[in-house]
């Protein structure tokens, strides 16, 4: 039964071609950018998980914070990181320390942005070593005159020469660069450092013993849960007392990840918004086309029912009709965007990242079927209504 809808709903569509090729183009322009739009937000989430995903540990990072019940400002020291090394779970700490320093060459100066790191810090955060290597542990304990530079800094200072093996001077101390690494705006973020030029052994750059911390690294456990891990970070700053908690503020890796998908999301939502404009006009144009179709086949109606056609025989078939003629529409929109976009992703270097995934096809195609069920429920409502002996009579 359901298949002869099918097969009369395909005639029906055959017999007025040019009027169902306009009722598809509406829902086509509309389903074509809801899959670009799908395709963009998909691709934005999956490159920014990309871009916060850490190696080998979960990422927390510590600030001190001012709690305003109490009016107090939290103290983060080496004594506190020193705890949290000793905490279960907790794989290493690193405080994070920066300065602004002049970086010498014999023929040029740099006023270099230079961060601390550790041994661990280049492979956890995936900062990629183009030339020579990361610090050992030893030259970190051992507060060894070593550094490494950004690509673009071993360019100002070195412009001719080979940076790796070199040295630079800085505060009159001769350091050897033993790497250089590719900095992005990836890294940037992932890091949480904006800018930076130069990296030293992060015990170059330790505070006085009464000195306090801006900041703070924990890496923990990689299969921690984020919850899980800002429990265990909190419990050992504050010794287990609530009070002391508001006197740290804690972020894990994954609220940085929300935070920025939380910003494109509510971008796409307005290009959302426009697409589904775009769907309900497409649908207006479909309701318009089946209130036509039903008027113009009156008579057919009229002799169906007095062949033995029940009311929801009319009504079914005018749904099915009106669904397939939106599913069609919005199968070939979804086909033609996968194939423009997997064409120009193989042609040219798209500057946004796109991916189309099964569900994102299979929701716009079902969007387009409940369209098109919505769109003629009003028609096939009023075909299936029409007396009999009305219908036989109408001209």
Not at 10 to 35: E, Q, W
Not at 107 to 125: I, P, Q, R, Y
Not at 244 to 258: A, G, I, K, N, T
Request: overall charge neutral.
């Amino acid at each position: 039964m359901i298949l002869n809808y099918f097969k009369v709903s395909l005639l029906m569509m055959r017999a007025k071609p040019v009027r169902s090729a306009l009722s598809l183009l509406g829902i086509y322009v509309g389903v074509m950018a809801l899959v670009i739009i799908l395709a963009i937000r998909e691709g934005i989430r999956g490159q920014i998980e990309d871009t916060f995903r850490t190696e080998g540990a979960s990422i927390v990072f510590v600030h001190p914070g001012f709690d305003q019940a109490t009016m107090r400002m939290g103290r983060l020291n080496l004594d506190d990181l020193e705890r949290l090394n000793q905490t279960p779970g907790v794989l290493s700490t690193m405080p994070r320390l920066s300065a602004e320093k002049d970086v010498r060459t014999r023929a040029v100066t740099l006023h270099a942005h230079v961060t601390g790191a550790d041994d661990k810090f280049f492979s956890v955060f995936r900062i990629p070593v183009v030339r020579g290597r990361v610090f050992i542990r030893d030259e970190i304990a051992r507060k060894q005159p070593v550094c490494l530079l950004t690509a673009q800094a071993a360019e100002k200072l070195f412009p001719l020469s080979e940076p790796v093996g070199s040295f630079v001077d800085m505060e009159g101390i001769s350091f050897q660069v033993i790497g250089v690494t590719d900095w992005d705006g990836a890294a940037a973020q992932r890091t949480n450092v904006m800018e930076v030029d130069l990296f030293l052994p992060v015990t170059w750059l330790l505070p006085q013993a009464n000195e306090f911390l801006p900041m703070a690294e924990v890496r923990l456990a990689p299969q921690m849960e984020p919850a899980q891990a800002l429990r265990i970070v909190k419990k050992a700053l504050s010794h287990n007392d609530p009070k002391e908690e508001p006197l740290y503020f804690v972020r894990s890796m994954q609220e940085f990840v929300e935070q920025t998908q939380k910003m494109s999301d509510r971008i796409l939502q307005g290009l959302l918004a426009i697409a589904g404009i775009s769907l309900l006009v497409g649908g207006i144009g479909v309701a318009n086309v089946m209130v036509t179709s039903v008027t113009e086949r009156t008579r057919e109606v009229g002799i169906r029912k007095a062949l033995g056609a029940r009311r929801h025989d009319i009504l079914f078939q005018f749904l099915v009709e009106s669904s397939l003629m939106c599913g069609s529409g919005g199968c070939l929109a979804v086909a033609t965007g996968v194939l423009c976009i997997t064409v120009l992703r193989s042609l040219i270097h798209i500057p946004f990242p796109v991916n189309v995934t099964p569900a994102a096809m299979a929701t716009c195609i079902f969007l387009t079927v409940g369209i098109g069920l919505v769109a003629g429920a009003y028609p096939a409502s009023r075909a299936a209504a029409l007396s009999p002996a009305e219908a036989l009579r109408y001209e």
